[in-house]
């Protein structure tokens, strides 16, 4: 049971490149995230999946696109990377809890990435 | 939406003293409120929570309170100890969303 797993942990790209971050659990959780977090700004919600099939905007989803493959899986691309994309990157699931809400996450290991 | 402020963003103490972090929400159908603790390099990990329908939840040394009239909730740590050292953040959901909104922060140190 490995829990949230994230790939890459680290990438450097270049001003327009594209990348895919990927994202899989194994815990059979309905909802996925994507949450970016920059120096004194805490975890700021990019985009999600409530369920397969489903996605929605976060706070800050410019320059992002997300794809929900299946249940576990869960990517986030940048079509055109910029140095304000420059942050860590964090994939995290969660079941709902039975009528009561989302219950807290569990976070992948994070994927740091630089463009420059 | 969500607004989660979080105060202070920075703590210092000394060993076994006390600690304390507070957060306050903005939307009144926020019910779900759990606290999460990120290690250095490390990926944040939920260390407590509570829900609207109880006032206080403690746990060994934690303890989260929360006055949903007054709309804020704090996170206290007691007989701190080195290892408590690491960066603490503080969250809202509300019922009908799926997503949990974050405070900043807060980095905690603590000295031998």
């Known amino acids: 049971n490995a829990g949230v797993t994230q790939t890459p942990k680290f990438q450097v790209l270049k001003t327009g490149q594209s990348m895919t971050l990927q994202c899989a659990q194994d815990?059979?959780?309905?909802?996925m995230y994507w949450y970016r977090q920059d120096p004194g700004m805490g975890l700021r919600l990019i985009y999600y999946?409530?369920?397969?099939?489903?996605?929605d905007k976060g706070e800050v989803p410019n320059g992002y696109n997300v794809s929900r493959l299946n249940k576990r899986e869960f990517s986030l691309r940048l079509e055109s990377a910029a140095p304000s994309q420059t942050s860590v990157y964090f994939c995290a699931s969660s079941a709902p809890g039975a009528g009561q809400g989302v219950y807290g996450y569990t976070f992948g290991s994070g994927t740091r990435l630089t463009v420059v | 939406g969500e607004n989660v402020e979080q105060h202070p963003s920075t703590l210092s103490v000394q060993e076994g003293d006390s600690a304390v972090i507070k957060c306050t929400y903005s939307d009144s159908a926020s019910n779900y409120f759990p606290w999460y603790k990120q290690e250095l390099g490390k990926r944040p990990q939920l260390i407590i929570d509570?829900?609207?329908?109880?006032g206080e939840k403690k746990d060994q040394r934690i303890a989260v309170t929360l006055n949903k009239t007054a709309k804020h909730f704090s996170l206290h740590i007691t007989e701190t100890q080195p290892e408590d050292s690491a960066v603490y953040f503080c969250?809202?959901?509300?019922?009908?969303?799926?997503?949990?909104?974050f405070g900043k922060g807060t980095m905690l140190l603590v000295s031998p």
């Open positions: 969250a809202a959901s509300p019922y009908e969303y799926s997503t949990l909104t």
């Open positions: 999946s409530a369920s397969e099939g489903t996605t």
């Open positions: 815990m059979n959780h309905n909802s």
């Open positions: 509570i829900r609207s329908n109880v």
